[in-house]
């Protein structure tokens, strides 16, 4: 499989075309605010390099899925979450057609900021 698919709207954000409002960028990760969003707080995460879902993930890749896990609670609490305990987010990855996942890029929801959320 090649680092992005052609017809992948998350490889086209990581590529930038298709524009979005980065949240965090490194050489393999990539952070960005959710167009629909259900709370205060609400942006996606994505390894760069195409995975269709985290039922593809494979050894080689639990190091930049490592990565993303160790990153989240540092970026949402610049995001605007609240501390651990009062406050908190939720990550939801949402896995082929009875997970509810829309699009097939591997990606973290980040999820937090006060309630009430328009879901969840
Ligand atoms: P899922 O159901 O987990 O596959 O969710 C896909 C998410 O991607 C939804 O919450 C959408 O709002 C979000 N989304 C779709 N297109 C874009 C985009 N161009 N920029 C940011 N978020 C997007
Ligand atoms: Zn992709």
């Not at 629909?36 to 996606?44: E, I, R, S, T, Y």
């Not at 896990?69 to 979450?81: D, F, I, N, Q, S």
Request: charged share 25%; proline share 8%; hydrophobic share 40%.
């Amino acid at each position: 499989m090649s680092e992005h698919d052609p017809n992948c709207i998350f490889c086209k954000i990581v590529e930038g075309k298709i524009p979005s409002k980065k949240v965090y960028e490194d050489d393999d990760i990539l952070a960005f605010h959710d167009i629909h969003p259900w709370a205060p707080v609400h942006f996606l995460m994505i390894p760069k390099r195409h995975i269709a879902s985290l039922a593809h993930a494979q050894p080689k890749d639990a190091e930049v899925l490592g990565r993303m896990m160790a990153l989240v609670g540092e970026l949402a609490m610049k995001e605007g979450a609240r501390p651990y305990p009062e406050g908190g987010f939720r990550v939801v990855v949402n896995t082929g057609a009875d997970g509810g996942q829309e699009v097939h890029h591997l990606h973290l929801h980040v999820i937090g900021g006060p309630r009430p959320w328009l879901k969840g």
